[in-house]
T-cell receptor
Framework: ETGVTQTPRHLVMGMTNKKSLKCEQH?????MYWYKQSAKKPLELMFV???????ENNSVPSRFSPECPNSSHLFLHLHTLQPEDSALYLC?????????????FGQGTRLTVV | GENVEQHPSTLSVQEGDSAVIKCTYS??????FPWYKQELGKGPQLIID?????GEKKDQRIAVTLNKTAKHFSLHITETQPEDSAVYFC??????????FGAGTRLTVKP
């Protein structure tokens, strides 16, 4: 148990569907992140939230829409995705934003777009 | 921006041998270098990290070395065991903000 819980673990969706990924952290951290993990590629940072405010989105397509209602919860809303969006989506949290602190990752949501 | 290169992409060793994974980074201002281990079906977990004010850090069978002049750092695993089999990621800070990750190394330890 890492303290960061992601649901669902697996998701298959059509290109016209709308779905949401959920992340919850029980560590009292104040920064949360969404990463995309594709085969043989580095982890790609998608979104950063610090103190519930989005601070970076790294030019992610608008078909991905994050939401952070409080410091413990993070969502990634998905709509009209493409097959190339199929990947493992990882949520992470840390105490304070920035690269000098350990990031705790959830187990990820394996997304398949058909 | 920061660019982190990691080699090799796959590594196979015999149980009991040592394994070395190397990373280079581009941003000379980077000052925090963690290593993560990702087992099948799980998210990455921190196994060791090093900050720029030291050149080496060791934790039991795992050690990390850092050469700031050359901008490279390495993970060393000694006396490897089958349970060390996983994907390992290096990372470096970027402009003192968010981490950038290497592409990962799939380590296989053969019994």
């Amino acid at each position: 148990e890492t303290g960061v819980t992601q649901t669902p673990r697996h998701l298959v969706m059509g290109m016209t569907n709308k779905k949401s990924l959920k992340c919850e952290q029980h560590l009292g951290h104040n920064a949360m992140y969404w990463y995309k993990q594709s085969a043989k590629k580095p982890l790609e940072l998608m979104f950063v939230y610090s103190l519930e405010e989005r601070v970076e989105n790294n030019s992610v397509p608008s078909r991905f829409s994050p939401e952070c209602p409080n410091s413990s919860h993070l969502f990634l809303h998905l709509h009209t995705l493409q097959p190339e969006d199929s990947a493992l989506y990882l949520c992470a949290s840390s105490q304070g934003r920035g690269g000098n602190t350990e990031a705790f990752f959830g187990q990820g949501t394996r997304l398949t777009v058909v | 921006g920061e660019n982190v290169e990691q080699h090799p992409s796959t590594l196979s060793v015999q149980e009991g041998d040592s394994a070395v994974i190397k990373c280079t980074y581009s941003d000379s201002a980077s000052n925090y270098f963690p290593w993560y281990k990702q087992e099948l079906g799980k998210g990455p977990q921190l196994i060791i990290d090093i900050r720029s004010n030291v050149g080496e850090k060791k934790d039991q069978r795992i050690a990390v070395t850092l050469n700031k002049t050359a901008k490279h750092f390495s993970l060393h695993i000694t006396e490897t065991q089958p349970e060390d089999s996983a994907v390992y990621f290096c990372a470096a800070t970027y402009n003192n903000n968010d981490m950038r990750f290497g592409a990962g190394t799939r380590l296989t330890v053969k019994p």
